[in-house]
């Protein structure tokens, strides 16, 4: 499929934050100021990445940036990151995917990386509903009817989300940790104490000054998460600061409190998204081919059979558990990830 970019032309204060954000994340002064001043929406930047190109485009309430790898005309893939994490976490999966004739694409999430708002006045919302809305909207931009969704933490969420409420949007799912979909009453029922210890992020982010502490030292934050996450996986600095940079965004902070505080009924969402919260407060029975996967090695989400939510799953599928992989597994075990979409896509 040839991608057709929305040519509505952005406004003008969209352009400049978009202008900020290509010279933060590597573009040259000169490129970046030739997007401020387009009249096209399409963007194509150079970024400090492995991927070769960010790409640009508006969808729904944001400008989206993604990356995208393989033929433009097969089957799609849409891989999906979690926090505190951004789309290198597919670095060496969407490669294997675009050798095997997919067509790639790996957004930005709102409020991480090159994703910005089009308009000032947006409520910085980050619901879980809102997000999932963001990637049919990316979608619907890219005209894309159906793809497989694959997705770990937020991203995971998001494709659960998609694949319960739009199952006619994806062909098949893959989801690290399984069932992830949010009940916020149920999230009011405390767990035993070692379940809530590693949820402690969450209670910080609950203060102003946790969300003063994450503004401040959000790349030490996120660090220790990653290293939290993942106690097996050896990474260098070059690798955290490849995704460091897309904690940069200027909606970052804003997005990732509202998320957490919104779990935990200390926020509120938007009443125009009720009616989608209440469909996924009931627990939607998922019906499209699955692959579910854990870690063993996970500090946050420990492996298990995935027999707890087997009942929320009505089409066939597969659990497997991945050995000395953590929370960031594209990342950590991509060769099993991929295998994974491989697989379900066959189901």
């Known amino acids: ?41 399409a963007a194509t930047r150079s970024v400090r990445s492995t991927f070769s190109t960010i790409r640009q485009i508006n969808a729904g309430v944001l400008n989206m940036g993604y ?13 999906l990151h979690g926090w505190p994490y951004d789309i290198h976490s597919f670095a060496d999966v969407a490669p294997r995917l675009a050798r095997e004739g997919y067509r790639v694409i790996i957004p930005y999430l709102r409020g991480h990386g090159t994703t910005t708002f089009l308009h000032a006045d947006t409520v910085r919302n980050a619901q ?39 199952p006619d949007r994806c062909k098949a799912m893959v989801s690290v940790n399984g069932y992830l979909i949010n ?15 590693g949820w402690w992020y969450q209670y910080y982010f609950a203060t102003e000054r946790g969300r003063a502490g994450y503004e401040a030292n959000r790349r030490e934050f996120n660090k220790l998460m990653w290293r939290a996450n993942s106690p097996r996986w050896s990474f260098d600095d070059a690798t955290f600061e490849r995704t460091a940079a897309a904690f940069d965004n200027a909606d970052h902070v804003a997005i990732v409190m509202h998320n957490y505080r919104w779990r935990l009924n200390l926020a509120e969402g938007e009443g125009r998204y009720d009616a ?30 995935g027999q707890s939510y087997a009942n929320k799953f009505s089409g066939k599928r597969v659990h497997k558990v991945v050995p000395g992989a953590g929370h960031n597994l594209p990342q950590e075990a991509p060769e099993a990830f991929a295998s994974a979409i491989l697989e379900v896509d066959r189901y």
């Open 276 to 305: 989608f919260e209440t469909r996924l407060a009931a627990g939607p029975v998922i019906s499209v081919p699955t692959m579910t996967l854990d870690g063993d090695a996970d500090g946050v989400v420990p492996a298990t059979d």
């Open 1 to 41: 499929m040839t991608e057709k970019i929305n040519k509505q032309r952005r406004n003008i204060s969209g352009a400049a934050a978009l202008a900020v954000l290509a010279i933060q994340f590597g573009a040259t002064s000169k490129a970046a100021a030739q997007t401020a001043g387009s009249s096209t929406t």
């Open 67 to 79: 990356a995208e790898e393989g033929p433009s005309g097969g089957p799609v893939v849409i891989l």
């Open 183 to 197: 009940n916020r009453e149920r999230n009011k029922v405390p767990l035993p104490p070692k379940v809530e210890h």
């Open 128 to 166: 879980q509903a809102v997000v999932a809305l963001d990637i049919i909207a990316l979608m619907d931009a890219l005209e894309i009817e159906r793809a497989i969704l694959a997705g770990f933490d937020w991203g995971a969420r998001t494709a659960n989300i998609i694949a319960a409420l739009w």
